[in-house]
């Protein structure tokens, strides 16, 4: 009981520690460096994996088993926090935001756990601390190591303040949509404000194309399938008297199928260029694909729960489907998946300057955690 307790004070002050020191994503050095610390010093085996920022933690288990892996991302995001608290970030402008320091704390308190129960565990746990999860890119720097190769499973978790501390969201299927960015360009012809006739202008060929996009998710997406378009950002002209040249479109197109994320970019690209033509001007468009749909599977999903109610002290309820994305989808991408919520207290909503975790979940977290590893194997 009291080697616990000293654990679970490690587990809070090095939550307090990664909190203070957010990273935006790519830019984790010092992040880095205090996860191989801590591990180090707790003579966890970290793996020679050819990562800039992140690392993977390996523990081997004393039995013949399956690989399984578990992801805890560690970038921060560029807010101003706005929380008040004794541990609040050092770095102007950056915090922790979306629980990630959690997700550390958690993640390095599973893989201590799973060190001390080692002659417990049939096959191999990696524990795969990822940089730049707010890029929607960062864990293709993963997959360009060999770390993945080898791995039968994985495991996601995400902090969740629609939850009190001591909830698990878990459900199988789609829980986090694809994730898709586009930019349009329009192009016209520029000329005097007053003088509309003898140019093309791209401020309304953008609104058209706008408003049209929206059909796509009201005229060509089943009704019951979730999807929406959202155009983020318009930009056209630097003054008032001059008819730009050039309209900018950009934003982000989120599906849960992945048919109506192929018809989507299909439509998408149509539409705009289509429009465009009828306006007499150009439209570029650039599909930028981020990660594919969150799937939990079945059997993964059903051990959580079965897990929580017989050995954790978390009652289950249904995981929330999400128009949000994670690139924990390009992990389980081939192998089987599952990306559990965990209530973190309920307050401000992820990526917002007064969003918090209660520390108090650290300790179930890393012990429900180091269970799941241990019964999954």
């Known amino acids: 009981m009291q080697k616990n307790i000293q654990l679970e004070t490690a587990l809070k002050e090095a939550f307090y520690w990664f909190h203070r020191h957010p990273e935006l994503s790519y830019e984790e050095y010092g992040t880095t460096a205090k996860i191989r610390e801590l591990l180090t010093e707790a003579g966890v085996e970290i793996l020679p994996c050819k990562l800039e920022t992140g690392l993977v933690a390996i523990i081997r288990g004393e039995k ?14 560029p807010i101003k926090e706005e929380t008040n608290i004794p541990y609040a970030s050092e770095f102007e402008g950056r915090m922790h935001a979306c629980g ?16 001390e129960r080692k002659s417990e565990l049939a096959g191999t746990v990696k524990i795969i601390f990822q940089p730049a999860e707010e890029s929607s890119l960062g864990a ?23 939850n009190e501390t001591g909830v698990l969201g878990i459900r199988e299927g789609y829980v986090t949509a694809a994730v898709d960015r586009f930019i349009i360009t329009v192009k016209g ?20 194309i706008i408003s049209a996009l929206q059909t796509v998710v009201t005229r060509n997406i089943n009704a019951f399938h979730p999807a929406l378009i959202s155009v983020t950002r318009l930009e056209a002209g630097n003054t008032w008297n001059v008819i730009p040249e050039t309209a900018i479109l950009e934003g982000t197109v989120r599906t849960m199928d992945r048919e109506d994320r ?32 969150t799937y939990n599977d079945k059997q993964m999903a059903e051990k959580c729960i079965r897990l929580a109610q017989t ?67």
């Open 64 to 77: 013949t088993g399956k690989v399984q892996a578990l992801r805890c991302d560690i970038d921060a995001l």
């Open 311 to 377: 050995k954790g002290s978390f009652q289950v309820v249904p995981e929330e489907s999400s128009l949000g994305g994670d690139d924990f989808a390009f992990l389980e991408e081939g192998i089987p998946g599952c990306y559990i919520k965990i209530g973190t207290g309920k307050g401000q909503l992820i990526h917002q300057p007064g969003f918090r975790v209660d520390p108090k979940v650290i300790m179930p977290a890393a012990e429900y955690l180091t269970e799941l590893m241990l019964n999954h194997a």
């Open 140 to 162: 293709l720097k993963i997959l360009e190591t060999d770390v993945m190769e080898d791995v039968d499973c994985i495991w996601g978790i995400h902090a969740d303040p629609t």
């Open 262 to 293: 192929i018809l989507f970019e299909k439509r998408l690209k149509e539409i705009a260029e289509h429009t465009a033509v009828a306006y007499g001007a150009q439209a570029q468009v650039e599909w930028i694909a981020g990660p594919p749909a």
């Open 189 to 208: 012809i520029g000329c005097h404000g007053a003088h509309p006739d003898d140019g093309v202008d791209p401020v309304p060929v953008a609104a058209a």
């Open 100 to 115: 990630h320091d959690f997700h550390i704390a958690a993640g390095i308190g599973c893989a201590l756990l799973l060190k």
